[in-house]
């Protein structure tokens, strides 16, 4: 079946040091990818996506793009903010009916002032 | 815009008790689903719903059930709580194809003692 393994945590980097959080997946057909960002005591939000082969997904500084050849979707922001401190979640849709996702195990960042 | 709404918020019970999770949507989408959080292991899904009257086993489905009675609402229903089903739930609901995201709500803290 389906299935996405992210880089393991806990990630702790200083403030305005370049973030990269690692995603592979596994699927059969051509799945939606996702990130979504956890806030302490606080559900998901979707942070960005990529929904074909070499799209780049955008927001708030952060990008990732759908490399199909590698079956990677690789978090990335080039100057990170103590604001960031959150879980991270990889997920994928699309090949299971129902519009279901699969989430990776998730990755705690902490960003230091 | 409340979008998605969890009630409660916290709950505490103990074995052998029952009780029900309330999901409330607002955004008019045809998908529902409900989660569990547990540490280092991601969401995990235990039903869903395609549409008013439909529900679905998915991953974790045992010791649960659902009902889908309204379009905007989402029941998660725990029979004879164990220690085991200590966890967060989240519920989540989507428009139907796989390139649209869910949408979360805040979660359900339950603790089974």
């Known amino acids: 079946g389906d299935s996405v393994t992210q880089m393991e945590g806990p990630v702790t980097l200083s403030e305005e040091a370049f973030l990269t959080i690692n995603c592979t997946y596994t699927a059969t057909g051509y799945p939606s990818l996702f990130w979504y960002v956890q806030y302490p005591g606080e559900g998901l939000q979707l942070l960005l996506k990529a929904t074909k082969a070499d799209d780049k997904g955008s927001n708030k500084g952060f990008e990732a793009t759908y490399r199909k050849e590698t079956t990677s979707f690789h978090l990335e922001k080039g100057s990170v903010q103590v604001s960031d401190s959150a879980v991270y979640f990889c997920a994928l849709s699309g090949s299971q009916g129902a519009q279901k996702l699969v989430f990776g195990q998730g990755t705690r960042l902490t960003i230091n002032p | 815009n409340a979008g998605v709404t969890q009630t409660p918020k916290f709950r505490v019970l103990k074995t052998g008790q029952s009780m029900t999770l309330l999901c409330a949507q607002d955004?008019?989408?045809?998908?529902m689903y409900w989660y569990r959080q547990d540490p280092g292991m991601g969401l995990r899904l235990i039903h869903y719903s395609v549409g008013e009257g439909t529900t679905a086993k998915g991953e974790v489905p045992d010791g649960y059930n659902v009902s889908r009675l309204k379009k905007q609402n989402f029941l998660l229903g725990l029979e004879s709580a164990a220690p085991s089903q200590t966890s967060v739930y989240f519920c989540?609901?989507?428009?139907?194809?796989?390139?649209?995201?869910?949408?979360f709500g805040d979660g359900t803290r339950l603790s089974i003692l």
């Open positions: 989540a609901s989507s428009y139907p194809t796989a390139d649209q995201p869910q949408h």
């Open positions: 955004m008019n989408h045809e998908y």
